[in-house]
């Protein structure tokens, strides 16, 4: 099911979200209606209190290809990059964003599993983007220069 993305204003943007602590259909219902939403939308990333639901639960869409990331915590940060970012959840806008350009994280699978992952590059950025959501921090809180933009 496409769930609406919630616009910036919406007091769950700037909600610290709650750690997912029941790993079951909810939650797959959850992820899959996420996935439909961020594909129709054709973006790199989608948080859960994008679609109103605050809870830490992110996906990610890359080259590197899809994935889900249930309670995700950052190991290490290393190198700098800036780039262009925009968001779903602010409309008509981009600004540059300064991130690191490598991270490790440690998170769980819709089914409860740890793993680690590594990520370099965009895909480093859009973890780090997704990531900020579940801490109420949008992009245009670490951007500079915002422009207006055609969605």
Aim: proline share 3%; hydrophobic share 40%.
């Amino acid at each position: 099911m496409i769930r609406e993305i919630v616009q910036v204003g919406d007091e769950v943007l700037r909600t610290k979200c709650e750690p997912v602590t029941v790993f079951d259909k909810n939650l797959w219902t959850l992820l899959d209606d996420m996935k439909e939403t961020l594909r129709k939308e054709e973006g790199a990333g989608l948080a859960a209190p994008q679609v109103g639901v605050p809870v830490r639960a992110v996906l990610v869409d890359v080259e590197e290809g899809f994935f889900e990331f249930i309670n995700p915590v950052f190991v290490w940060q290393k190198g700098e990059q800036s780039g262009a970012e925009g968001c779903l959840s602010v409309r008509g806008k981009a600004g540059n964003v300064t991130r690191p350009s490598k991270v490790k994280i440690i998170f769980q699978d819709r089914k409860g599993e740890k793993y680690s992952l590594v990520a370099r590059g965009f895909f480093a950025r859009a973890v780090c983007h997704e990531c900020d959501h579940l801490d109420g921090v949008l992009y245009t809180d670490k951007a500079t220069e915002i422009r207006e933009v055609e969605d």
